[in-house]
């Protein structure tokens, strides 16, 4: 009996010994998170969800950046609740302000649609007062967002040495057009990096010459991607206290944006690829990664169809992809029931060598429809099919608009535009999605209220030249 007892009580102890373990393991496992997340966790806010402040309140970034790379990064930062302060030249600006301009004397639609939710602050950064100006800003900011040509800011003194002396929290953060390598002092544009990262090659007509697309990949996709290495930075510093360089090579973005066609060519050394239209064609497959066409770049084989009105309309198209498991649904809605089990057509195996014929069968169907129709039918029927629609029926879409995804805002000199607002939703954090500004439209509230000026320093600034263009520049930015 008392063995028993012995034993049982032994028993309890080794329970409660490995109780107790497993609340040390929990704790041990609480505090690196408690850490991670600045020393001590918050308790969750009681506020209603979209009411507790945006996800980047507090972070203010200097914003360096021009055309389309850079901003398209910051301007999601600002969507996101970041003070995005926009450093231009005095007198000019980015250059996109006055680029594909559609009303004489206003910002034109390539700026206001990638500048929205910014402050703007003219500084001549060659200027030694701007200099000292920029310095001070250096020490305000938590991240220097910039997409200069390579050297560019090392040759205005701003090394990632001078910018940590000043400030060793901050974040700077570069769009190039390559990486570390024999092109890394190129200039880039978008249709360079296209070209260069892999898409134009891939992209096109087998018997056409490279495309490139109108997705901008090499600009908003690095853009994105510069985004992401930002906040993950901010991330990293809550638990390190320091900044570090981030770097986005524009090849680099679009090579991971088409990283599908680099699968394929090491596919390539194990056979033809099944389910491109070439195989099925019977012309033989080269050393590289060929372009598809209009094929699916996945398992699922899929084709661009005509729609009724195509003859005059040239977006009535649709995208039709014959999914496996709704091979049957398809069949029957074509009036093909027979190749529910036709041995040529029952699998997806058998279907690869006569996409063209399946895809033309398909078609005959989907002229008969409209577009529309045919995302109706279709959708009931689990079949995945999408329209292809053109930029006026995008901006015209109610949906788009009820989600926030097309915004229409109003502008002091161009009137009301319509803007691409955050596509990345935060059920916590609605978007701030604001007008772009005006050429150095913050300049005095900035340098004041951020940076501490004051008037009477303000007014000796303006006189220094370091904020204000030569009358000509001035002149010609608002031809
Ligand atoms: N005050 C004074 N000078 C300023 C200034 C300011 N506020 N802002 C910029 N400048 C100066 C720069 O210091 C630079 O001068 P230096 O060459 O004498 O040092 C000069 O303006 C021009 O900068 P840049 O070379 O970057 O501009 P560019 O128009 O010649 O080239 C681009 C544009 C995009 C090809 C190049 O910036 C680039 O390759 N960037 C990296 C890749 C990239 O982002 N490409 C995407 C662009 S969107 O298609």
């Known amino acids: 009996m008392a063995t028993r007892k012995k034993a049982a009580k032994a028993k309890t102890k080794t329970a409660a010994k490995k109780s ?94 990638l500048n929205g939710s910014k402050r703007s602050i003219t500084i001549d950064s060659k200027h030694p007062k701007g200099k000292e100006i920029l310095d001070r800003l250096v020490k305000t900011c938590d991240v220097l967002v910039e997409n200069f040509a390579p050297g560019a800011l090392d040759r205005m003194g701003l090394t990632f040495e001078h910018i940590h002396k000043l400030n060793p929290r901050m974040i700077v953060a570069s769009v190039k057009g390559f990486g570390p390598g024999p092109y890394e002092d190129c200039k880039v544009y978008e249709n360079v990096a296209q070209c260069a990262g892999g898409s134009a090659s891939t992209t096109g007509f087998r018997d056409g010459p490279p495309l490139v697309t109108g997705a901008q990949l090499g600009d908003s996709g690095t853009g994105l991607h510069l985004a992401l290495g930002i906040v993950s930075a901010l991330f990293q510093r809550i638990r390190t206290g320091r900044g570090q360089k981030v770097l986005c090579a524009m090849q680099d973005g679009v090579l991971n944006l088409a990283r599908v066609k680099l699968r394929d060519q090491q596919r390539l050394k194990a056979g033809p690829l099944t389910e491109y239209s070439q195989y099925g064609e019977g012309i033989p497959f ?164 951020v940076l501490g000026y004051s008037a009477k320093e303000i007014a ?6 370091a904020i204000t263009a030569p009358e000509k520049s001035a002149k010609a930015a608002a031809a």
């Open 286 to 449: 080269g050393k590289a990664t060929p372009r598809a066409g209009n094929d699916s770049g996945g398992g699922q084989p899929g084709w661009i169809l005509k729609c009724k009105g195509w003859e005059d309309d040239p977006d009535a198209y649709v995208y039709f992809i014959t999914q496996a498991p709704v091979w049957g649904a398809i069949c029957d809605l074509i009036g093909k029931p027979e190749w529910k089990t036709d041995p040529d057509y029952a699998t997806p195996p058998a279907r690869l060598p006569r996409l063209r014929h399946i895809f033309d069968t398909i078609e005959q169907w989907t002229m008969t429809k409209t577009k529309f129709d045919v995302m109706e039918i279709c959708n009931k029927l689990d079949i995945p099919v999408g329209p292809i629609l053109s930029m006026k029926e995008i901006a015209e879409e109610p949906s788009l608009r009820a989600t926030g995804t097309v915004v229409e805002v109003d502008h002091p000199t161009r009137g009301a535009y319509l803007t691409v607002g955050n596509p990345i939703k935060l059920s916590d954090s609605p978007a701030d999605v604001r007008r772009s500004p005006l050429l150095g439209e913050h300049t005095d509230e900035i340098l004041s209220d």
């Open 20 to 113: 107790a373990r497993k609340v040390v393991k929990l704790k041990a496992v609480k505090k690196p998170a408690a850490k991670a997340a600045g020393g001590s966790l918050p308790r969750p806010s009681s506020k209603p969800w979209g009411q507790s402040g945006r996800a980047l309140d507090g972070v203010r970034i200097l914003d360096f950046t021009h055309v389309q790379s850079g901003p398209t990064c910051t301007q999601l930062l600002a969507y996101m609740g970041a003070d995005v302060i926009k450093v231009e030249r005095p007198g000019v600006g980015d250059i996109t302000r006055g680029q594909l301009r559609d009303v004489i004397g206003a910002d034109s639609l390539y700026f206001t649609m």
């Open 460 to 465: 000796e600034i303006k006189t220094s030249g």
